[in-house]
């Protein structure tokens, strides 16, 4: 079985959304990046980050990921602010209940994609 | 740098929006909220390709026929461009009663010209001319078989609600567009509880999805918050305090920001009183319509205080 049917699919998907969207608008050190963007369609953006961190099905590429958040990168976007979104990406899983060992593998996956997501 | 090509010239569009940029060069395509909402500028791409952002809250069908919202679309790749023959239809309506509902907003009544589907809360677009429109909510009810009900607020120097206020009498016809938008009661959970809050003529939408909640026999509490600055900015004080005598579940609280606070009246921002009165929404459904700074503040903060972002319904205005 996927990591991603293991942790609940899209069920899962739906019932992170909320808890970590909140995590990440309340963090001081992060909420600055997430200003200004409508937060329906953000959230429609929490959900894709979700879905690909828990293996689930998505289209995105490295290179996608470099261009989507360079434009946080050129305001500043670095290695505190993905450790922080980490943090939060745990801390939410394990919220709900999720088996330790499944959230290691969802970090990793996330992990995965940091030097794209910083434009290293 | 990218062109537009539409009615066969071509355009230097830069940073601009094709909306902008095309109006910018005198040519008139039909636009209202200019951010994505309403679809008054709704085109079609018939050459190239535009940004997905520029599809995003169109229905699936109209983005996969190349229909995009002109305001939203900032082309990456040179494009031609047309103005659609579909989109949201239009359709005359007469105006069959007119009052003011306070010194600052008008309520107009309008009967459709043919058979007219909608959900109370969700808008219409209001031509003045072909080219110029804007969104105004239903306050009206469908179930009830009321004529549609507007409810306008005067905007100094606005081009179509100083119209409206300074010509529009009954009798008068009008052109409108069919009725768009999500902020509306969906049934189905009639235990949740609703929380709605307004400034201004935001009661519009609201007072529509209260009656049509309790016609559902929504069993929920039904919270309505209506703010302003002092006590003149209410309306529809009477009809809803009516409806909160015959609906215990319904419960109606003008909030006055500014000024003297009368008893049957709270103190404070709308949002702040809201919130002190159910600090966990944890369940909730929201709805949030009016002034754009209460809204989107009002958007964190019941997201906050535990209310879901599926099930929170705003219209800025
Ligand atoms: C979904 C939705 C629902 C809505 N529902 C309602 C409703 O139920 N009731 C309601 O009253 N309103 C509603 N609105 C708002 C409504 O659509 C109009 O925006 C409002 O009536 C103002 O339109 P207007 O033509 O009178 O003013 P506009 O002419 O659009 O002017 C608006 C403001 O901008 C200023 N302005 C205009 N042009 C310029 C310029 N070039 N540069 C700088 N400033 C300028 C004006 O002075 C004015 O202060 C809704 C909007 C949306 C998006
Ligand atoms: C941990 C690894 C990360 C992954 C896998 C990831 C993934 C994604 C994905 C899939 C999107 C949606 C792209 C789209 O469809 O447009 C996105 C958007 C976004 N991400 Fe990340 N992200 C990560 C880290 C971060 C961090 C650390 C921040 C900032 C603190 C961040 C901020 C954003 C913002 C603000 C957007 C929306 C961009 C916009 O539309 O303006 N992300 N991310
Ligand atoms: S003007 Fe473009 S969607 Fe309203």
């Known amino acids: 079985m996927s990591l991603y049917n293991e942790i609940g699919g899209e069920g899962a998907v739906n019932a992170a959304v ?5 995590k990440v608008l309340k963090d001081d050190r992060i909420k600055r990046f997430f200003d200004g963007v409508d937060m329906n369609k953000q959230a429609a953006k929490q959900k894709a980050f979700l879905t690909m961190a ?3 099905p998505h289209n995105y590429s490295g290179a996608d990921m470099r261009k989507g958040h360079a434009h946080l990168v050129a305001q500043g976007l670095n290695d505190s602010h993905f450790d922080a979104v980490m943090e939060h990406l745990g801390a939410t899983l394990a919220e709900l209940k999720v088996p330790g060992h499944l959230i290691a593998q969802a970090a990793a996956i996330a992990e995965s994609t940091r030097k794209d997501v910083l434009g290293k | 740098m990218s062109k537009v090509v539409y009615g066969g010239q071509s355009y230097e569009c830069g940073e601009s929006s094709v909306l902008d940029c095309l109006t910018a060069h005198g040519v008139a395509i039909p636009s209202s909220c200019r951010s994505g909402v309403c679809q008054t500028c709704l085109m079609r791409v018939v050459e190239g390709e535009v940004p997905d952002k520029a599809k995003a809250g169109l229905k699936p069908t109209f983005a996969a026929q190349n229909y995009f919202l002109a305001c939203s679309c900032y082309p990456e790749k040179n494009i031609e461009v047309v103005l659609p023959d579909a989109g949201l239809g ?13 010194a600052d907003i008008l309520g107009i009544r309008l009967n459709p010209s043919r058979p007219f589907e909608y959900k109370a809360g969700q808008f219409i677009n209001l031509f003045k001319d072909a080219t110029t429109a804007r969104c105004y909510s239903l306050a009206s009810v469908p179930a009830l078989g009321e004529a549609l009900f507007l409810n306008v607020r005067k905007v100094p120097g606005g081009l179509v609600s100083a119209w ?3 010509d529009l009498k009954a009798g008068d016809t009008l052109t409108i567009s069919e009725a768009a938008g999500e902020c509306f009661y969906v049934s189905g959970q009639p235990e949740q509880n609703i929380l709605l809050i307004a400034t201004g003529s935001g009661l519009a939408p609201l007072y529509g999805i209260i009656r049509d909640a309790l016609l559902h026999g929504h069993t929920g509490r039904l919270s309505l918050y209506h703010g302003s600055y002092n006590a003149d900015g209410f309306y ?4 809803l305090r009516k409806l909160a005598r015959e609906y215990p579940n319904f419960t ?7 000024g003297e606070v009368p008893a049957g009246y709270a103190g404070g ?6 919130l002190a009165d159910h600090p966990d929404l944890s369940g ?6 009016g002034n754009p700074n209460m809204v989107n503040a009002a958007k964190q903060q019941t997201f906050f205080a535990g209310a879901s972002m599926r099930d929170i319904f705003a219209d800025p205005f």
């Open chain 2, 252 to 258: 109606y609280m003008p909030c006055i920001s500014d």
């Open chain 2, 164 to 166: 409206l206020f300074a």
């Open chain 2, 284 to 289: 909730w459904r929201v709805f949030l319509c």
């Open chain 1, 18 to 22: 909320d808890i970590f969207y909140r």
């Open chain 2, 269 to 274: 921002m709308v949002l702040d009183v809201a």
């Open chain 1, 54 to 56: 828990f293996g689930g």
């Open chain 2, 236 to 239: 529809l004080v009477e009809e």
């Open chain 2, 90 to 102: 239009k359709l005359d309506a007469q105006v069959t009663g007119v009052e003011y509902l306070n």
